[in-house]
């Protein structure tokens, strides 16, 4: 949940100043503020808040015998996450001489867990000693691991290829061979950065264009067009180019008002089905801020109501989709509500159901 | 102890999914128009200096405020804090010296540059004792006297501005809207026995930090009565209103957007401070075990608020489902029985005075006064002060309602009491939750404050209303909302964002 994404720089220059925890930047920063990093890392505030409980429940006077473990939540949890603390706290009780036990009989030791603004709010109930014994810890939510969402059935083939706390504005595939990957546009403190990421997702190349010069904006666009190394930004206005051989070189112009009828911005994304050929187009409203939406994939020529349609649902508000080369595949970017972070998920076209 | 998964967490989650349902489609925002509000509070003042923590009219300046002014960090609705006028942040292992680097290149609605002088004035007035605030290069160091790991809660709420005051007595902020017009309540020049209320109209600010607003125009009428608000609404006079909770389901069935947050408000009896010495324990545990807190949420309040068990919030404190208030007339009417002589609520009534405005607070009030007759008590709701010359009797309750305003449980906590409790100040460090909840229980116990019952904030959305997305804790956004076009109320305008008016206006807000 930590957003490594936006907060990569403020950690980079916030930590300057405690070389202490300088390390652990540079062990950010080499991850590319990827998620397998932040992963990891909320693994261990997990695990501290885990601890200092145990600790502090195993400190109880006259806490003695079997206690059953009961586990309460009031997050919006995925069964993962519910899962992942449960055994973590567990762990840490047990490490600390508290013998759990599945005895029905056995008095309680409950956990309550509660999300706030800010934090989550771990509270452990028990009576030792004829009174009742509290003990509470927090942790701050930006520091856990982001929750595994519950992904509903698809249809369609899907899997989540890079997200960002940053506002992804536009993503497409890189090439092929050896720089496969994604190039990926970023909305990130007011100004556009462009990324070269690799199959694995680590952030391979970096690049501001301070060079458009845009005004912030509320409602940020942009569109990126990879050919070969160079990359063509079309921007409110304005169009600029770069290579990642030379990212210091970047070239913007302003851009005449399209001329007759040519669209501005991309159309439709359109895919091709491996199976017969046909072409099938992809529909979303991307319309309201705080709704799920549902991918249609429908038969070219065809509106949304066809019976026909393949239905995809993620987990909040589809932004953007564009084609790849592969002609039955594209990238889809959304915004997670659960997390709020940033995700481009790649969906392929399959035979059949 | 309640400990439910979230009610109102999830009957927001449902309010805003079903909100994303309402309204056609429309992918492309659109930038242009004007957005009317309207508010109950009668008036309300754009300067920090002057709020009350903790009242109505302060949150609703406050919510006005934000249009107008930054503050130095934001929390978003996934636990993350984010950079505002502050682009970096850093502190000390304790949690007592902040540093905080500014935004390059902000300026004030008047065109000057924000510095880390304005930072300083406004945070030292904001936090106050117990921090120090200085100015470092490009940015400011904030040192707290006691270990403060909650600072950023502070920052990213309250009334934690950055503001310019400037000699004139107008007040420069660089956020998204600037003040244009501000119209005291007035006779109406038609009607002179009709008033005229109170408008504030705000103006895109175009070169805001942040990006330029989608609206163009914010125009917000105060002092509107509850019921006045919803008709407008339904007529299409009014695109954002606040929704009383009486009138809540009645909005529902008739198919409007109600937006509601956490509970916001919570509405509590007090005991009076110079009484409460003489208010004996077993009179407050006797009015506390007769108090019927699930009647008053379920039926006075149509099921549109919670019980109250705690001071904090659920959703706030993360351990409020610890408290219990359970009803027991029984043991309430036994310690009535056993009474010394002479005690107010005994044999001489105990006036109960109702602080909040409106109707459905007197009701409270009212039913707080049945509820204490059936334990065999004496509460009386005192009128409002009247001709005669004969000297009022003393007031020993108060029916008052506070509304939350930091995303610190701790600041919330000790603003509470020091306003509620004759400034009492919570000793320790009670940062640690569970040292904050020994200090609740402990307050709460002394049972000189009985919650009643929390009000989440209802807001009806109009239709042409697109991307409302306000926080759980209240915060309106209103800079990110665009309208419709085909809009009769509002004026038309562009699809892009429009260039720089040259409009004149004046760049700043007399509070």
Known sequence: MQPFGKTCSRIVSTHLLFPRILILVAMLAAGGCFSASASADGDVSMREAAQRLAERVAGIPGLHGALRFEWHQAGEWSEGESKHWREMLRDEFEKRSLNLTEDGTAPAIEVFAVETPAQVVLTAKTRAADRDEIRIVAVARALLPPGSLAAPPVRLERRMIYESADRILDAASAGNGTEAGLAILLYRDFEIVALRVDLKGAVKQNVPLIAANLKPSRNPRAELTPRGGVISVELPGKACEFSWEFPADVKCHVEKPAAGDKPLWRGATVLTSPCDGSNWKLLNSGSEPNAREVLQVVPDGTSGQSNSAVLSEFPGPILDTNGEQNPGSALVITRNLRTGNYEIYKITLACGN | ?511
Not at chain 2, 464 to 483: E, F, I, K, M, T
């Open chain 2, 1 to 511: 102890m309640r400990f439910t998964k979230s009610r109102w967490l999830a009957a927001t989650s449902a309010t805003m999914a079903a909100l994303a349902c309402f309204g056609a489609p429309a992918a492309t925002p659109r930038y242009g128009g004007t957005l009317h509000v309207k508010l109950r509070a009668s008036s309300v003042s754009l300067d920090p200096r002057e709020w009350t923590p903790g009242s109505l009219s302060t949150a609703a300046g406050e919510k006005l405020a934000s249009l107008v002014y930054d503050r130095l960090v934001t929390l978003d609705d996934h636990a993350r804090f984010q950079p505002a006028l502050a682009t970096e942040w850093s502190h000390d292992a304790a949690g007592r010296s902040w540093q905080f680097k500014l935004r390059p290149g902000v300026r004030f609605s008047d065109g000057t540059p924000l510095t880390p002088s304005d930072a300083v004035v406004s945070l030292q007035i904001s936090l106050g004792k117990g921090f120090e605030v200085t100015a470092a290069e490009n940015g400011v160091v904030i040192r707290s006297s006691r270990p403060a790991p909650d600072l950023l809660e502070q920052l990213a709420s309250g009334r934690n501005f950055i503001i310019r005051w400037r000699p004139d007595g107008t007040l420069l902020g660089t956020g998204p809207f600037l003040v244009t017009e501000s119209v005291a309540a007035a006779p109406s020049e038609a009607n002179p026995a009709a008033i005229r209320p109170a408008k504030i109209k705000f103006q895109a600010n175009d070169g805001a930090w942040s990006g330029r607003p989608f609206v163009d125009f914010v125009e917000v009428v105060l002092g509107e009565p509850a019921l006045r608000q919803f008709l407008d609404l339904q007529v299409g006079r009014a695109d954002i209103v606040e929704i009383a909770p009486d009138l809540v389901r009645k909005g529902r069935q008739e198919g409007l957007r109600i937006w509601n947050s956490a509970p916001q408000t919570l509405v509590a009896l007090r005991f009076e401070n110079a009484l409460a010495a003489l208010a004996s324990d077993q009179l407050r545990e006797a009015l506390w075990l007769a108090l019927d807190r699930d009647t008053m949420a379920s039926v006075l309040l149509q099921k549109e608020a919670q019980p109250a068990d705690s001071l904090l919030p659920q959703w706030l404190s993360g351990y409020a489902f610890l408290f219990e208030s359970p009803m027991n007339l029984q043991r309430s009417r036994e310690l009535r029985a056993a009474f010394p002589g002479g005690v107010q609520g005994a044999n001489q009534p105990l006036r109960l005075r109702v602080d909040a405005p409106g109707d459905l607070f007197k009701l409270m009030g009212e039913r707080v006064a049945v509820n204490a007759r059936q334990a065999n008590l004496l509460v009386q709701v005192a009128l409002p002060a009247g001709g005669n010359n004969s000297p009022a009797p003393a007031i020993g309750l108060h029916l008052f309602a506070w509304h939350y305003d930091s995303l610190s449980p701790h600041a919330e906590l000790e603003a509470f009491v020091k306003q509620m409790l004759d400034g009492t100040e919570l000793p320790g460090n009670t940062t640690d939750p569970e040292q904050l909840f020994a200090q609740e229980r402990r307050l709460l116990e002394e049972r000189r404050i009985l919650p009643l019952v929390l009000l989440p904030e209802y807001v009806g959305v109009r239709s042409n209303v697109h991307n409302w997305n306000a926080s759980p804790w209240g915060d309106w956004r209103l800079a990110d909302v665009w309208l419709d076009s085909e809009d009769p109320m509002t004026t038309q305008a562009p699809a892009g964002p429009p260039k720089n008016s040259s409009t004149a206006r004046n760049p700043g807000a007399r509070p």
